[in-house]
Antibody
Framework: EVQLLQSGGGLVQPGGSLRLSCVAS????????MSWVRQAPGKGLEWVSD????????YYADYVKGRFTISRDNSRSTLYLQMNSLRAEDTAVFYC?????????????WGRGTLVTVSS | EIVMTQSPATLSVSPGERTTLSCRAS??????FAWYQQKPGQAPRLLIY???TRATDIPARFSGSGSGTECTLTISSLQSEDFAVYYC?????????FGGGTKVEIK
């Protein structure tokens, strides 16, 4: 089965750190850009970050710039999101998503999501 | 940032009816619109990309149209499994942005 398998969510205190992982199974993602998208409880979808297929280019939403770092290991078919200085407003389900091409395009495959809760 | 505005926020529709969802971008995104369906507790699923191309395994009752700053998603005959939230998205400019969603509920 073609899928993106996510892990790494959980409860963290404000100011803390967490690393999310997303492993591609049943497909190769080395030729595709990859993204993180989040959804706060009861809210809509919000793009967080992107990385190009070769990992050489990264992009961030303003509200996570300087706090989150996206990376990938194509040898392990794995995407990461390192989240530092977490705030209560970062509480959300985080989805990894594959983009249609090496440079971008639509999101053609999504992970099931992992919940990140930032609370004391 | 390109703001995506969806209307209406909620649609009450009877099974079998035809319905149209609208999305407006604050500036042109050419044909780089996509539509996603999301059911409670599930990840979004791609329905339409490049404004009008159906994704793999998406039924023909779903269709997309538009260009520039406007796009629409039409469901020709609503089935029970179509009651969900629908999001439009632009991938023409950074940052990537989504509309606020339209909830299609049973009338």
């Amino acid at each position: 089965e073609v899928q993106l398998l996510q892990s790494g969510g959980g409860l963290v205190q404000p100011g803390g750190s967490l690393r999310l992982s997303c492993v591609a199974s049943g497909l190769s993602v080395s030729g595709s850009a990859m993204s993180w998208v989040r959804q706060a409880p009861g809210k809509g979808l919000e793009w967080v970050s992107d990385i190009s297929a070769d990992g050489g280019s990264t992009y961030y939403a303003d509200y996570v710039k300087g706090r989150f770092t996206i990376s990938r290991d194509n040898s392990r078919s794995t995407l990461y999101l390192q989240m530092n200085s977490l705030r209560a407003e970062d509480t959300a389900v985080f989805y990894c998503a594959k983009r249609q091409s090496s440079w971008g395009g639509h999101f053609d495959l999504w992970g099931r999501g992992t919940l990140v809760t930032v609370s004391s | 940032e390109i703001v995506m505005t969806q209307s209406p926020a909620t649609l009450s529709v009877s099974p079998g009816e035809r319905t149209t969802l609208s999305c407006r971008a604050s500036q042109s995104v050419t044909s780089n619109f996509a539509w996603y369906q999301q059911k409670p507790g599930q990840a979004p699923r791609l329905l339409i990309y490049d404004t009008s191309t159906r994704a793999t395994d998406i039924p023909a009752r779903f269709s997309g149209s538009g260009s520039g700053t406007e796009c629409t998603l039409t469901i020709s005959s609503l089935q029970s499994e179509d009651f969900a939230v629908y999001y439009c998205q632009q991938y023409n400019n950074w940052p990537l942005t989504f509309g606020g969603g339209t909830k299609v509920e049973i009338k």
